[in-house]
């Protein structure tokens, strides 16, 4: 176990170290969201998820614009290939802003316009186990996201439908693209929403993988309702400047910024050069 | 002429679609007695999902389903399915091609009784917007159950707009429909009429009513007006004096629109019967809103008259 948990650890400061190459200099890139999963990203493509064939399970970024932490986990898993990280945004590179499954193989439904992520993720849910299929699907919102009233609709309909096989994320990184989350716009009381919207509800720290991997057997093992995982983040982890800064939800890094992330990562991945 | 209903046709089409392919999945948000998907319900009740008084997550539920491999169908009032659901057709289901049905009922005017609210003058502008969006509409009963059958088989996005009223019998073949060819209800030598949904019937009584004056009109209708059958209106409006688009819509974004873009190389002159720029309202029939939107047969003689 410990040695499972040190590999997933490592791993997810891997998938950040992607992130930041992916976003390089002088582009802006969403860093701040991005790292916030890394974790989340880690454990569910390094251990949880089922990642190839028709019995895969499914995963849908909702906060779509976090799509370069996702783009570094499929290329973690050999679905797609990292020559394509340094055409991210670029015309013609499969690489798009927001996920999209035309273009990139691995990606199961387009999602970034924001609040649409759980009613595909409701439908995929409800299509596989009508064909008994034994796949999980995984929907990853952003706290600020749940403004979106979508978000609630899709909520009720998969307690309506006894979406056991569906896991909702909520990255609970309290900040949102202009202000933090209380300062924005009413969200707060997530939990007691979620549970009186027919959820399963499990808080956990959403940087530590051992809570993490504790979660989501405890989703797996949850039947009858559809499970939230609430985790508690910080944007921007593990870079120290970017750390809990509304100013990199979407922003580009100086030279300076660049090799200073690069050169954090790389020590604490004890490959520094 | 016999007549059958749209939604009847379709609701009994839907369930043997259901009968015939086990991925066909069905979803409603509370007018199911209206749109007539019941049926289905009753008899898939597992393949029928009753997503409440919630159209948006009704439409991306139903891109979800077709990411699972399902066929779905999704069903409201067409000024709610294209219209509310918007934003859901374009990003969940439109950016991905996705194969999800989205069936409006009770199109135009044709729910005359609950006014503009209920009442869609915009939803083929909003459609036919979307990239990849094939927008089926038919002119009756026989052509709706087509159509929705062929709809199954698109591998792709499509909207299907239908009446909530009994139409007159008019499309020709109903066996070998064919959405992406005219159909030519009419031939005639002076003026071209081209039509959608419910205005065949009014534009083959103004040809009448123009053959006794004397000016020879073509019918056709579209049973698709995305893709637009453009070589094929060209061709048909080759040689005559004008050509009138009719259409129970707005003027804007519609038949009308994407025709005269069609035939802006072609040398005729074109006209235009539609609602200008104007909602709904209630009224106690159908009929009599057509008449005071000017989308009657007197009206499109008045059209071609002043083309003329």
Not at chain 1, 115 to 123: I, L
Not at chain 1, 173 to 180: G, K, M, S, V
Not at chain 2, 257 to 269: D, F, M, R
Request: proline share 4%; charged share 20%; net charge negative.
């Amino acid at each position: 176990m410990q040695e499972k948990i040190a590999r997933l650890a490592r791993l997810a400061d891997r998938l950040r170290l992607d992130v930041v190459e992916m976003i390089g200099v002088g582009k802006v890139g969403h860093l701040g969201g991005s790292c916030s999963l890394a974790e989340i990203t880690a454990v569910l493509y390094g251990e949880v998820m089922c990642t190839q064939g028709e019995q895969r399970d499914r995963f849908l970024l909702s906060k779509g614009h976090a799509a370069p932490i996702q783009y570094a986990a499929l290329a973690e898993c050999g679905i797609i290939d990292r020559s394509l990280f340094a055409g991210l945004k670029t015309l013609g590179n499969p690489l798009q802003g927001h996920p999209d499954r035309r273009k990139l193989a691995g990606i199961e439904g387009n999602t970034g316009s924001l609040g649409q992520g759980v009613s595909m993720a409701c439908g995929m849910a409800a299509g596989l186990r009508l064909d008994g299929s034994p796949a999980r699907v995984y929907a990853v919102v952003g706290d600020g996201e749940l403004a979106e009233g979508q978000l609630w609709e899709a909520f009720m309909s998969a307690a309506r439908y006894r979406l056991d096989n569906l896991c909702v994320i909520v990255d609970r990184n309290h900040l949102q693209a202009t202000a933090p989350t209380a300062e924005l716009f009413s969200i707060e009381n997530i939990s007691a929403k979620f549970a009186a919207f027919g959820f399963h509800v499990i808080e956990t720290d959403g940087h530590n993988v051992e809570s993490l991997l504790a979660a989501f057997a405890e989703a797996a093992a949850t039947k009858g309702k559809p499970t939230v995982v609430i985790a508690e983040t910080v944007k921007g982890k593990g870079i120290p400047f970017a750390e809990n800064q509304v100013g990199f939800h979407n922003s580009a890094l100086t030279a300076e910024q660049y090799e200073q992330a690069v050169a954090v990562l790389r020590e604490r991945l004890g490959d520094a050069q | 002429v016999t007549k059958h209903n749209q939604r009847a046709e379709y609701g009994k089409t839907l369930l043997e679609l259901g009968r015939e392919n086990q991925n066909v999945v069905v979803l409603e948000a509370d007018l199911g007695k209206s749109t007539m998907t019941h049926a289905f319900g009753q008899e898939f009740p597992e393949r029928y999902f009753q997503m409440g008084i919630a159209e948006a997550n009704m439409t991306g539920f139903a891109a979800g389903l077709a990411l699972a491999g399902k066929v779905p169908f999704t069903n409201s009032f067409a000024v709610f399915a294209a219209g509310r659901s918007y934003d859901q057709i374009r990003q969940s289901i439109g950016t991905a091609e996705l194969p999800v049905k989205i069936v409006g009922s009770s199109a135009g005017l044709s729910d005359y009784g609950d006014g503009a609210t209920h009442q869609s003058i915009d939803d083929l502008a909003l459609m036919c917007a979307i990239p990849g969006m094939v927008v089926l509409t038919p002119c009756d009963g026989l052509e709706a159950a087509a159509a929705a059958r062929a709809a199954a088989k698109i591998d792709g996005p499509v909207y299907l707009r239908l009446s909530r009223n009994d139409l007159p019998d008019l499309y020709p073949d109903p066996e070998n429909y064919d959405p992406y060819h005219p159909a030519v209800l009419k031939d005639g030598e002076d003026v071209l009429l081209v039509t959608c949904g419910i205005m065949a019937g009014a534009a083959l009584e103004a040809a009448e009513s123009l053959a006794a004056e004397g000016i020879s009109a073509a019918v056709a209708h579209l049973p698709a007006i995305k893709p637009f059958p453009a070589e094929e209106i060209c061709a048909l409006a080759e040689g005559k004096k004008a050509v009138v688009f009719c259409e129970e819509h707005s003027v804007f974004g519609g038949l009308g629109s994407i025709g005269a873009v069609a035939l802006a190389q072609v040398p005729v002159k074109v006209g235009f019967v539609a609602v200008k720029d104007s909602f709904g309202q209630s009224a106690s029939s159908h009929e009599e809103l057509l008449r005071f939107y000017h989308l009657d047969a007197d009206n499109i003689c008045a059209e071609v008259r002043s083309l003329l």
